[in-house]
């Protein structure tokens, strides 16, 4: 440990950190561009200088580390003076792109400019052209002369990715961030150099124009592409209807968990948000009549829906749930099996292509909560002799959620023949597929930024995520709908929050016991088995 | 368009090899690497680019930073023959902007360009150091010093 | 004129008079690889405290105490220890060293053999720039000779090694990263390279002038050569001299030897209009003396003293027919092409006053330009990575400071 003085505030940190990670610990936070916790110090920038006493010259603070009892200044006269000189050197060549560039109002030159600046110029030359508008890869767009060099694109696909596709070319002023021609940024991470670059030079090509940020509204959640569930933001626009094509969703964003993907997120979970605002969206509960598809209130459709399920018996009754559906859903929909006496319930189906996996934050399994409904018991039976029995008529109601089994690794025919010899099909989900098409009934689920909920990840970690808006149409939060079944099945009282139910859950099975929502927080907390 | 891949000879490779266990990083023998892929095959291309690439097991991103930073890799075929005339600051006295024009006028080039007939790529450069021969130029691998027209204008004629 | 002042006995250039002075036979018939035989019999660390006591300071540009910096290898270090020869030359107006690679290498490897004894080195290489071509060859023959002879591969091996066009290869650190096939991006300090340098181990980066001395403080003694200086400085140099001077050309004397004597005696006077103007004492980098200002000794405080540098010792001489504000302009153009681009200030603040210097000339400058140069220079100055922009400030700043009357006339008023 080490005792050091930062603007007359003295404290102790560990050996060997530097003065910005140092300073943060006292909610001081020294501008810089290159430095990044993640990536090797590269040094470059020169905006983190802060004054040390007995050291006749301003020092980085990224590349100085604390000793014991040195004396830090963040804010004398001569380093606020070296800010502007930094800044102002920053701005020679920086082209003056605000007004249509789309990192305004979260750029790191203008934060800081605003912040430190010489706001009259007196650059009046040529300034240095490069490429704008060069596509990198499938997601990320470049602007050379944006970028400040300050490399920390270069050195996460150095460093993180280890695949190596930017350099840096040239000398001097003609310096340039580039591929190696002729290649693109296509490792699944790409995306993450955008999060990290500070400045417009790296740019989503999807978010490319479609609304500023300071429309955006933020909300913390999981992405549910795989079974890391890794910690993102969910970005909305809700103000500005007309931007972003209407779409709710404008971008994810990661969120650090230093247990679970740190800084970083993939490019399938970052640009997986589609389905939310998509076509496909179930907005309204309906039942299938002869040809035609009758709409129903959910005032008609629970007890429509109650007294279908009442007419079979338990052992009449096969359930294929989801890995997708969260602890709350899971732990309802067993209780509602087991009001019901229904032992058929599986919540595998194998996908048509096996998920692929690295060994960086890619799980195979492309389910956010597979943990959850194998510890909340919901792996009972085996989808696939739910199924034959369908076919074979001695399940007569067959209830599936969320799946499309037609695009599952079973052969077409099979799944066909077991949709078609039940004699009702319940399909409960977020978005139509072809399996959808089958249901006599189908229940319109919200999806997961309409609600709140958890998952268990891979590892056992419960996680949180939030809702950032209320459903689509009529669509309703699975917990909420299998309350309302639950009610009409048994009387008992339904559940008003997911909160509620998670803490039935917690008493009721044992992986979860003590657990809350307070203190899952927002970093997760793993089930009981997983703890150490 | 298919060009013939750029390849060393075994003989060239067993050389780069052992160049590269010369150093305690093999990476150190990009530079040397470089400079005879550049005398073997007259420049250095995409292509060779990223077969050296393969040769140090370096991302290609990498060895085309290398060829950018430094000004001796040329990235595009070149003349026979390279005249380098130094503009800099004692040469500058001593008349190197009347040597650059004397070879503009002459080749009918600007520096950074190759002649018609690839006989010469004219460029002017920053200090050779051999200011006390000052107007001087470098040709291929040799300094021309104490430079006049008359000077460059015989230089110029043995040059084929 | 008054004679020179300091030893008149020829040291570094004692050879250069012959043709064959590169030759292993020429070397040995006068003396050389003699010190290397006494070194051999010595501790290391009495070579070391030798080289300290004669006060040899580096002769590539730093002036750094050379003594000192060998003992900066930790000792007892249980790895590698590389010795780096900086052969690198660039610094405009310098030519010293080309003349050493191509006249005298065998001096180079016997110095280099002392060194590399004194801080623990077995294998050193030599950064030779890439344009020196002819004398990279002489040197890498040099070394093929001294194999033969058996000198080297018995406890040290030499690599040479060709640079290919920058001249931030010759800052230390930016040789460093070039060596290891890298940009030449120089390194952040610290960790400093007698630590932490080539490929990860403590390494030693030397002038090539600055070796060739081992050799002779051994021979004749510390005490010897630090009385041919100043009480700070020992030995002769290598002056370069050039510009507008009768005789240019490599000239050795003394570290105190007065910068008039050199322009005036060994160079043979001013050329042009015969009247001195300004004169570069330490290449491009150092800050430009006015004729006023000559009577200064060479020496690294000497010059230090006198607001400028001894830097390379590379002399360029002005006069009055010179035109400063175009000095500056070939100056920037200079700086600008070189900046290896890492770090923000270098990188955008020599191409803007680059391109300001031009407009400055060709007539087009605007009346804040001058103080705008001098507070962007004197704003960036101690803020980068490596001293390349310092030494671009020297220019930058006493070109304007002490002439300015000439830059402005050139501007338009109004």
Avoid at chain 1, 91 to 100: K, S, W
Avoid at chain 1, 212 to 224: A, G, M
Avoid at chain 1, 286 to 305: N, S
Avoid at chain 3, 139 to 148: E, G, P, Q
């Amino acid at each position: 440990m080490a005792r050091l003085t930062i603007d007359g505030r003295v404290l102790e940190v560990p050996a060997g950190t530097n003065l910005i990670e140092a300073a943060r610990q006292i909610g001081i936070e020294i501008p810089h561009y290159c430095y990044h916790p993640a990536l090797s110090i590269a040094g470059q920038c020169r905006l983190c200088m802060v004054d040390i006493e007995k050291v006749p010259r301003p020092q980085v603070a990224c590349n100085t580390v604390v000793s014991e009892g040195m004396v830090v200044h963040t804010e004398t006269e001569r380093v606020l003076e070296t800010r502007k000189s930094i800044m102002e050197f920053h701005l020679i060549n920086h082209p003056l792109d605000c007004p249509v560039c789309d990192q305004a109002g979260e750029c790191g030159l203008q934060i800081y400019y605003m912040q430190h600046g010489l706001y009259d110029p007196r650059m009046m030359d040529e300034k240095v052209h490069k490429p704008k508008a060069v596509p990198l890869g499938p997601h990320v767009m470049l602007d050379a002369e944006r970028c400040i060099l300050c490399s920390r694109c270069v050195r996460f696909c150095d460093e993180v990715t280890g695949t190596g596709e930017l350099g840096i070319f040239n000398r001097g002023d003609r310096s340039e961030i580039g591929l190696f021609p002729g290649t693109e940024l296509a490792n699944n991470y790409s995306g993450n150099v955008v999060d990290i670059c500070p400045v417009g030079a790296l740019t989503d090509r999807e978010f490319r124009f479609q609304v500023r940020v300071w429309y955006l509204d933020t909300q913390k959640s999981i992405c549910p592409g795989c079974a890391r569930g890794c910690n993102i933001e969910v970005h909305v626009s809700r103000r500005r209807p007309h931007h972003a094509q209407g779409r709710r969703v404008a971008r994810l964003k990661p969120r650090f968990n230093e247990a679970v993907n740190k800084w970083w997120i993939c490019d399938a979970g970052r640009y997986g948000s589609d389905f939310v605002d998509d076509d496909s969206r179930l907005q309204a509960p309906t039942r299938r009549d002869g040809e035609k598809t009758l709409e129903v209130a959910w005032t008609d459709m629970i007890p429509l829906a109650a007294g279908l399920l009442r007419r079979y018996r338990g052992d009449e009754i096969g359930v294929i749930a989801s890995p997708k559906l969260s602890n709350e859903d899971l732990f309802l929909l067993k209780r509602l099996c087991d009001a019901l006496g229904v032992r058929a319930v599986d919540y595998r189906v194998p996908p048509a292509r096996p998920g692929d996996e690295d060994n960086l934050l890619v799980r195979a399994d492309k389910n956010p909560n597979s943990r959850g409904a194998e510890l909340i018991g919901l792996g009972l039976s085996d989808s696939r002799e739910i199924l034959a029995a369908a076919r074979e008529r001695r399940i007569k109601c067959l209830w599936v959620f969320s799946h499309d089994l037609l695009a599952s690794a079973w052969p077409e025919g099979e799944v066909l023949d077991g949709l078609l010899g039940a004699e009702t099909v319940i399909f409960q989900g977020t978005n139509a597929n072809a399996t959808s098409a089958y249901a006599h009934l189908v229940l319109p689920a919200a999806a997961y930024p309409e609600r709140e909920g958890t998952w268990t990840n891979f590892e056992g970690r419960v996680q949180r995520f939030r809702q950032a808006f209320p459903p689509l149409g009529r669509a309703l939060p699975d917990w909420e709908i299998l309350g309302r079944l639950l009610q009409d099945a048994q009387g008992a009282p339904r559940p008003a929050r997911a909160e509620d139910c998670f803490r039935d859950l917690a008493a009721a099975v044992p992986a979860f016991a003590g657990m809350s929502y307070r203190s899952i927080g927002d970093a997760g907390q793993p089930v009981r088995a997983a703890r150490s | 368009m298919t060009t013939r891949r750029p390849e060393f000879t075994p003989e060239q490779l067993a050389e780069v090899r052992r160049w590269q266990g010369l150093y305690p990083d093999k990476r150190a023998a990009l530079l040397p690497a470089l400079h005879l892929a550049q005398d073997m095959f007259g420049y250095i291309s995409e292509e060779t680019e990223e077969y050296v690439a393969g040769l140090f097991e370096l991302a290609p991103a990498h060895v085309h930073e290398v060829v950018t930073f430094y000004t001796m890799y040329f990235r595009k075929p070149k003349g026979r023959h390279v005249v380098s005339v130094c503009h800099n600051l004692s040469c500058h006295l001593a008349g190197a902007p009347d040597v650059l024009g004397h070879l503009r006028q002459r080749l009918g080039i600007e520096p950074g360009e190759t002649t018609e007939d690839g006989r010469i790529t004219l460029l002017a450069v920053e200090c050779l150091c051999a200011c006390e021969m000052a107007p001087m130029l470098q040709v291929d691998d040799r300094y021309e010093g104490h430079l006049t027209p008359e000077r460059v204008d015989r230089l110029l004629a043995e040059l084929r | 004129m008054s004679a020179p002042a300091a030893a008149a006995e020829p040291i570094l250039t004692r050879n250069f008079g012959r043709a064959d002075s590169h030759t292993l036979e020429a070397y040995r018939e006068t003396g050389g690889y003699a010190a290397w035989a006494k070194a051999r019999e010595m501790e290391p660390a009495a070579i070391t405290d030798a080289v300290k006591r004669s006060n040899l300071r580096g002769l590539g540009g730093a002036g750094f105490p050379t003594g000192t910096k060998w003992s900066f290898i930790p000792k007892g270090h249980a790895g590698p220890v590389y010795l780096v020869i900086n052969a690198d030359e660039g610094e405009p107006g310098t030519f010293k060293d080309r003349y050493l690679l191509e006249r005298d290498p065998h001096a180079l490897i016997e110095g280099m053999l002392i060194a590399a004894r004194a801080i623990g080195s077995r294998l050193a290489f030599v950064y030779v720039r890439g344009e020196y071509v002819v004398p990279g060859r002489r040197f890498s023959a040099a070394v093929r000779d001294a194999y033969d002879a058996g000198y080297l591969g018995r406890g040290l091996d030499i690599v040479v090694h060709r640079g290919a066009g920058a001249y931030i290869c010759g800052e230390e650190t930016g040789l460093i990263s070039s060596l290891e096939g890298k940009k030449g991006w120089p390194k952040l300090k610290p960790p400093f390279p007698a630590i932490k340098g080539a490929f990860g181990a403590p390494t030693i980066v030397n002038n090539v002038e600055t070796i060739c001395q081992v050799p002779h403080i051994i021979n004749r003694g510390p005490e010897w050569f630090a009385a041919l200086g100043t009480k700070t400085q020992g030995g002769t140099r290598l002056y370069s001299m050039s510009g507008r001077v009768r005789r240019p050309g490599v000239y050795e004397a003394s570290v105190r030897v007065p910068l008039r004597q050199l322009v005036e005696h060994y160079a043979g006077g001013v050329t042009g209009n015969g009247r001195l103007k300004a004169v570069v004492p330490g290449g491009a980098s150092a800050a430009i003396l006015r004729a006023d200002e000559v009577d200064v000794t060479m020496d690294v405080d000497g010059l230090k003293n006198a607001g400028t540098m001894a830097g390379s010792a590379g002399v360029i001489v002005m006069d009055e027919t010179v035109s400063i504000p175009e000095a500056l302009m070939v100056v920037a153009r200079f700086y600008a092409h070189e900046s290896c681009g890492q770090c923000t200030p270098c990188r955008e603040a020599t191409g803007w006053i680059y391109k300001m210097t031009e407009r400055i000339v060709e007539g087009r400058g605007h009346k804040e330009d001058l103080d705008t140069i001098l507070d962007v220079a004197r704003r960036g100055a101690g803020t980068t990575i490596c001293a390349f922009y310092d030494g671009a400030v020297g220019p930058y700043i006493s070109y304007i400071e002490k002439f300015r009357p000439e830059f402005e006339a050139l501007i338009p008023h109004g």
